[in-house]
């Protein structure tokens, strides 16, 4: 098991670099996302070299924000031009990986037809990202509402889709974890996991244990990983003083042993 951690992308990303392989995290998960990481105003190869020579690996996160369920031909284009540039910026700093983000469809579109423009928008993404070296992966969104349903359908439709599962959005208005749920349903496609605490209401990403209720129980969602055989990356989201981010680190490595 790897732990990385993503940038803040309020900070100077060569700082974030240099803090991330200073405390010891195995790898950088590159948020491409502005304003200080932004995929168009950022000097890659200087980055590049930067991730070199602090010996990190890296996996990339296109923004979150990029809006592909805009009823907007014009907008929607513009999403998937940027998702493209992500994957060729992973291709330059070596990555992997590209992690996109669930955001719905068109509100226009009825779910059937959602699919199918799932299927379109990520077939092109997947072939570019095949040119480039780099696979594509899906981050479940902290909406559960029918959100396994859709993505049961999806990777239906995409075998080339790999999943990014992030425990704290499963954890959200929901009368248990989903962590289990969606491992039953794509645990051949997990490629990727994210880790925040929060108090079952709101993606917080909150430090592991700081909820005094409603929180995860970190024993039971790392058993369920090493249940299916998950022993790779963990990207831990933990936000505000960095602090609590090498307490929850501290947390991730005692525990894990113990979930085999």
């Known amino acids: 098991m790897q732990i990385g951690v993503m940038n803040d992308p309020q900070r100077p990303l060569l700082e974030e670099i240099a803090w991330i392989a200073a405390h010891g995290f195995d790898y950088i998960d590159l948020t491409l996302e502005a304003p200080a990481a932004a995929p168009e105003t950022t000097h890659w190869p200087e980055i590049a070299r930067a991730l070199n020579g602090a010996g990190l690996e890296v996996v990339c996160h296109a923004a979150p924000y990029l809006p592909i369920e805009s009823p907007s031909p014009a907008v929607r284009q513009a999403a998937l031009d940027d998702l493209r540039r992500c994957a060729d910026i992973a291709k330059l700093l070596g990555a992997p990986l590209c992690t996109t983000h669930f955001r719905g469809w068109p509100a226009y579109l009825s779910e059937a037809d959602g699919y199918e423009y799932y299927r379109q928008l990520f077939s092109i993404l997947i072939r570019h990202g095949e040119a480039q070296g780099v696979q594509i ?24 889709l790999k ?44 430090p592991i244990g700081a909820p005094r209720r409603g929180g995860i129980d970190l024993l039971h969602e790392l058993r369920g990983l090493r249940s299916f055989r998950y022993e790779e990356k963990i990207t831990l989201e933990v936000f505000g003083d960095r602090r609590w981010l090498l307490a929850s680190a501290g947390l991730l490595r005692e525990t894990w042993p113990r979930a085999s």
């Open 137 to 160: 992966a899906l981050e479940n969104s902290p909406d559960n509402r029918h959100q396994l349903k859709h993505f049961r359908e999806i990777f239906h439709r995409l075998p080339q």
């Open 163 to 206: 999943l990014l599962f992030d425990i704290g959005h499963g954890n959200i208005k929901t009368a248990k974890s989903m962590t289990r749920d969606y491992l039953f349903a794509l645990a051949d496609r997990l490629v990727h996991v994210h880790l925040s605490d929060n108090d079952g209401q709101d993606d917080d990403h909150l």
